[in-house]
């Protein structure tokens, strides 16, 4: 499989404090990665720089994504060559339905116009799967939206967007099991083309549960400090994280 993502030797910071300490990292096409680690180890940093949030200064090594360099490139460039980050808690935007907002990031993504009847008729084939009510298309993004809601509507931003690469950061974060189950139902239907790539960052493994993971990472204290594929998810399950953190 072709090389979609490279990070080389990567640190960040926020201001003079360095949160990343030379982190490299390999994510071929149609590939899923789980990262893992305890509280503050610094994943959803990693998520974000790869994303390009201006929070985080990229202090030394880069980011490669499909054979260019784009340590420097801002998120809306990097969203526009396929990149995508959903949030821990999502916002709100009051004056911007879920529709509106869906149908112009896809004009965007695509720099095609889509005619309106075609984009809805997708859009609620779309919430079909992720058993979303309709309604919800009319209704302002994530504006009063439970904590279920918002993670589905950004699920449906994933599968209408269809992203080159995903980062999902910890989207099962405060879902009961049902909301869990569904969410992971999402994801699953993005993996099937086999073409687009997934970094899951995660502590509650039930979200992957029925999801093929190719690779799994360790995360402690900005550094990772162990690789391997599925079988340390389950070693983690039983094990914890200890013996990682005595790696350190």
């Known amino acids: 499989m072709a090389n979609l993502l490279q990070i080389n030797n990567l640190h960040a910071a926020i201001e003079e404090k360095e949160l990343l300490?030379?982190?490299?990292?390999?994510v071929n096409a149609g590939e899923t990665h789980?990262?893992?680690g305890p509280n503050g180890a610094g994943k959803s940093t990693l998520g974000y720089t790869i994303m390009g949030s201006p929070t985080y200064a990229v202090t030394e090594g880069s980011i490669v994504f499909d054979g260019e360099d784009i340590t420097k490139l801002p998120a809306d460039k990097r969203a526009k060559m396929g990149i995508f980050l959903s949030f821990q808690t999502p916002v709100e935007i009051p004056g911007i339905t879920l529709s509106n907002f869906l149908r112009n990031a896809l004009e965007q993504r695509t720099g095609e116009r889509i005619k309106l009847w075609d984009f809805?008729?997708?859009?609620?084939?779309?919430?079909d799967v992720l058993h979303?009510?309709?309604?919800y298309a009319d209704r302002d993004l994530n504006v009063g939206f439970s904590g279920g809601e918002k993670k589905k509507a950004e699920i449906l931003q994933l599968l209408m967007l269809k992203p080159r690469l995903a980062i999902l950061d910890e989207t099962d974060s405060g879902l009961d099991?049902?909301?869990v189950k569904t969410v992971s139902e999402g994801i699953h239907e993005f993996q099937k083309d086999g073409e687009h790539s997934l970094i899951i960052i995660t502590h509650n493994t039930k979200l992957l549960d029925g999801?093929?993971?190719d690779?799994?990472?360790v995360l402690v204290s900005g550094a990772l400090v162990a690789d391997g594929d599925a079988a340390l998810v389950d070693d983690i399950n039983q094990n914890g994280y200890e013996k990682y953190l005595a790696a350190e």
């Open 132 to 135: 979303m009510d309709y309604a």
């Open 21 to 26: 300490h030379g982190v490299s990292l390999e």
């Open 211 to 213: 999801l093929r993971v």
């Open 215 to 217: 690779k799994a990472h």
């Open 177 to 179: 099991v049902d909301a």
């Open 34 to 36: 789980v990262l893992l």
């Open 120 to 127: 809805k008729k997708k859009m609620q084939a779309t919430m």
